[in-house]
Structures are given as structure tokens and as C-alpha cells.
T-cell receptor, first 112, second 113 residues
Framework: KNQVEQSPQSLIILEGKNCTLQCNYTVSPFSNLRWYKQDTGRGPVSLTIMTFSENTKSNGRYTATLDADTKQSSLHITASQLSDSASYICVVNRDAGNMLTFGGGTRLMVKP | DTGVSQDPRHKITKRGQNVTFRCDPISEHNRLYWYRQTLGQGPEFLTYFQNEAQLEKSRLLSDRFSAERPKGSFSTLEIQRTEQGDSAMYLC???????????FGPGTRLTVT
């Protein structure tokens, strides 16, 4: 079964601190991996997309890594802000466009 | 605003009633997707259109669910004889012919009482 597992399920950090979210997947074949940010009650917004050949990609304070051999990805958030409070969802694409498999998300809360 | 729009944003209905949601994709996007998301979970794929053709349907899409995209632009998702288990956020996304990226709308939150 194609699965995407994320950890931790939830995380509380203080404003200004860094954190790292994990994603393990068994989806095969693999086309690309995405990280989305979803604010409560809103649709997901893409942060990064990485293909098989990319090991790391940054978007401002967000840096995603990918190890296609071990089928693991991480999302590192630097110098967290209150507005980073959201769910972060790891998504794996099997066939370059149509079928996305979503993880359950990590709910991040940044406290002042 | 040229993003994906969905209407309504919230819908409360009684069990057994029919509901219909609308999605307007980004104008040049020919691909349109519907997802369902329950509280605390990631979205689950329901169905996918390329232009007006419905190319894929998940097993989650029971006979009570039907989706259309008659002119290859906006899409509707209808749920007949709603059940309490249908309560969820229904998300629509669109993508361009050559792009990996799917752009999501704000969702329609359905509550079945």
C-alpha cells in the first residue's frame, strides 16, 4: 500500500526556535515530493516541490531535504514565527501530476 | 483574485438532503481535482478531470457522489442523501497542462447534522 507517514503528529515550539518535521513514504514509483502548509480552515499552499534528483530545496525560512534511497524527507523551519502555526503536509506524487498521496500532517504551534 | 475559488465556504445540512459544491479553477488550468479532508487528516483524492473528461475516480467516491465539469471550466460536486460521515472539508485544486503544481482552493466545509 502506498503510504506517507509524518512525525511528530503535533509540535509546540517557542517563537524564534527552529524545528524539523519528518516524512517517510513507501509510494512507488516516485515522481516528486511536496511540502504544503495548511492554515486552519484553508486550503493547502505549496512550500516546496522536489524531484528524484534533488536533495534539498529552500523557500525562505523553509528548507526541505529528500533522501530517495531511504524514502525520507524533512522540512526544517528556521527562526519560527507565530504565523508558522499551521499543519504541514508531506505529499508524494507517483505519476508526475495526477495522483497525490498525502500524509496526515504535523500540526505546529508556535508560542510567543 | 485569480486563485481557485470554491462556493459555498460552509454548508450545514440535515442528513438525507442533497448538497452541491462549486469549484472555479485558475482560468488557464485544464486539470481539476476534488479531495476530501476530515479533521486532523491529510486530504484524500476523490476524482480528477482533464478538461471536461473525468479521468479518475477514487473508491471513496460512492454512488451518492457525482462530479461534473461540463464545459471544462468550473466543476460541481454533488452529494445525494447525505450521511453524517460525509462531514468533512471538500477541497478543489487545479493545475496547468505542463505543471506539477496543484493550487488549492479554500475548501467547502460540510457539516451533516
Amino acid at each position: 500500500k502506498n503510504q506517507v507517514e509524518q512525525s511528530p503528529q503535533s509540535l509546540i515550539i517557542l517563537e524564534g526556535k527552529n524545528c524539523t518535521l519528518q516524512c517517510n513514504y513507501t509510494v512507488s514509483p516516485f515522481s516528486n515530493l511536496r511540502w504544503y502548509k495548511q492554515d486552519t480552515g484553508r486550503g493547502p499552499v505549496s512550500l516546496t516541490i522536489m524531484t528524484f534528483s534533488e536533495n534539498t530545496k529552500s523557500n525562505g525560512r523553509y528548507t526541505a531535504t529528500l533522501d530517495a534511497d531511504t524514502k525520507q524527507s524533512s522540512l526544517h523551519i528556521t527562526a519560527s514565527q507565530l504565523s508558522d502555526s499551521a499543519s504541514y503536509i508531506c505529499v508524494v506524487n507517483r505519476d508526475a501530476g495526477n495522483m497525490l498521496t498525502f500524509g496526515g500532517g504535523t500540526r505546529l504551534m508556535v508560542k510567543p | 483574485d485569480t486563485g481557485v475559488s470554491q462556493d459555498p465556504r460552509h454548508k450545514i445540512t440535515k442528513r438525507g438532503q442533497n448538497v452541491t459544491f462549486r469549484c472555479d479553477p485558475i482560468s488557464e488550468h485544464n486539470r481539476l481535482y476534488w479531495y476530501r479532508q476530515t479533521l486532523g487528516q491529510g486530504p484524500e483524492f476523490l476524482t480528477y478531470f482533464q478538461n471536461e473528461a473525468q479521468l479518475e475516480k477514487s473508491r471513496l467516491l460512492s454512488d451518492r457522489f457525482s462530479a461534473e465539469r461540463p464545459k471544462g471550466s468550473f466543476s460541481t460536486l454533488e452529494i445525494q442523501r447525505t450521511e453524517q460521515g460525509d462531514s468533512a472539508m471538500y477541497l478543489c485544486a487545479s493545475s496547468s497542462p505542463r505543471g506539477y503544481e496543484q493550487y488549492f482552493g479554500p475548501g467547502t466545509r460540510l457539516t451533516v447534522t
